[in-house]
């Protein structure tokens, strides 16, 4: 898979970007929303950039079985708007002052809070002030991306049944889903590694990333099928894809997050380390380490004052030992499981472009 390839699907997936954000922001200029704060938080986000993957994945999925994008496009921007607010609570739980090369949103209203001459707020409550913006930005986006899927009957007469079963699917199944793999993390990263076994780890990942990847492709093949038999041959087929590619996607976002280029990533790198957070990476590489060498990762997991001269040995340890190049092995396991997933459905454009859209996630770097 080439240059020429990618850069195609770049160019697919801003197409789709462009419509989903314009759906995105015509629907948000209709709702009342006061303060000023909150309403501009909730796009901040979408304004910020971003490739927009699982919406992107979720149109391809739909025209890959014969449907229409356009009929999809509220169910797109809906898991766009899903997928965002558990960025926004994702950055305040792991503390993160970055999103996309700019302020995460906690971080943004804190500053924003702090120049307010009115509020005449302390440091702590100017912090306060931004992180209660930022849960409740992502209570309202989570809210609003329930409500767009209802537009799939209302506007483009999609199947009532398909559009309920998408609401009990996302707003049940994959968000407790979602919310177990974040607590996990928590959990997890509080917890000796020595506690843990790779398949918890994977579990978890896969809770975190997996299962709303999984509901990008079901959705868009159930909305292009007009069907709401979850058990149609190219809706498992599709699903089974895109889970297995959405836990590729983590695994290479564990790489990235720790060897990456923060400036083309646009979020630090060394956080997973410093938070103590427990991947694949580390188990592999603890396994593997001396007496030594076992104490140096220890010392370095999970410690906010970690130096950069400390972290750069971490790294080269991490990778001596294997644990970098055995997780994009996984990974690479995980993309080959997925392509044969996909071999049911008929060649077409959109096939390309899933096909693609695999290769990609497991070579992107950011």
């Known amino acids: 898979m080439g240059t020429e390839q990618f850069e195609r699907l770049k160019s697919e997936l801003a197409e789709r970007a462009i419509k989903v954000r314009k759906y995105i922001f015509s629907k948000v200029d209709g709702i009342h929303l006061e303060p000023a704060d909150l309403r501009t938080a909730v796009t901040d986000y979408l304004r910020y950039g971003g490739k927009m993957l699982r919406p992107g994945v979720l149109l391809f999925s739909c025209g890959a079985v014969g449907g229409n994008e356009e009929t999809a496009l509220p169910a797109a921007a809906a898991i766009e708007l899903f997928h965002t607010w558990t960025l926004v609570h994702d950055d305040i739980i792991d503390q993160d002052e970055k999103r996309r090369g700019q302020d995460a949103l906690h971080h943004r209203y804190y500053k924003k809070a702090c120049q307010n001459l009115d509020l005449n707020l302390t440091d702590e409550q100017a912090r306060h002030y931004g992180q209660s913006i930022s849960i409740l930005t992502g209570d309202t986006q989570h809210g609003l991306a329930i409500s767009l899927l209802t537009e799939l009957f209302f506007a483009n007469g999609v199947d009532p049944k398909v559009v309920l079963l998408l609401i009990r699917e996302l707003d049940y199944t994959v968000l407790n889903t979602l919310v177990s793999g974040e607590t996990l ?36 093949a159930l909305i292009g099928l007009n069907t709401a038999d979850l058990h149609h041959p190219y809706v498992q087929a599709i699903s089974s894809f895109t889970s297995k590619c959405g836990l590729a996607f983590q695994l290479l ?101 899933l096909e693609t859209w695999a290769h990609y996630m497991i070579n992107r770097e950011s």
């Open 185 to 220: 993390d928590v959990l997890y990263s509080r917890l000796p590694i020595e506690k843990l076994t790779e398949a918890q780890i994977k579990a978890m990942l896969w809770g975190k990333t997996g299962a709303l990847y999984e509901f990008a492709g079901r959705a868009g």
């Open 253 to 353: 976002d564990d790489i990235l997050g720790i060897i990456g280029d923060e400036k083309k990533l646009g979020k630090p790198v060394g956080s997973d380390i410093r938070e103590g957070k427990k991947t694949i990476i580390v188990f592999q590489a603890l396994k593997h380490a001396n007496q030594q060498q076992r104490k140096k990762l220890l010392n370095g997991l999970g410690n906010n004052f970690i130096s950069s001269s400390d972290y750069t040995e971490i790294v080269e340890l991490i990778q001596e030992l294997g644990g970098i190049e055995f997780t994009k092995n996984i990974a690479h396991t995980y993309l080959t499981e997925a392509l044969e997933a996909l071999t049911i459905i008929p060649q077409s454009k959109f096939k390309d472009l």
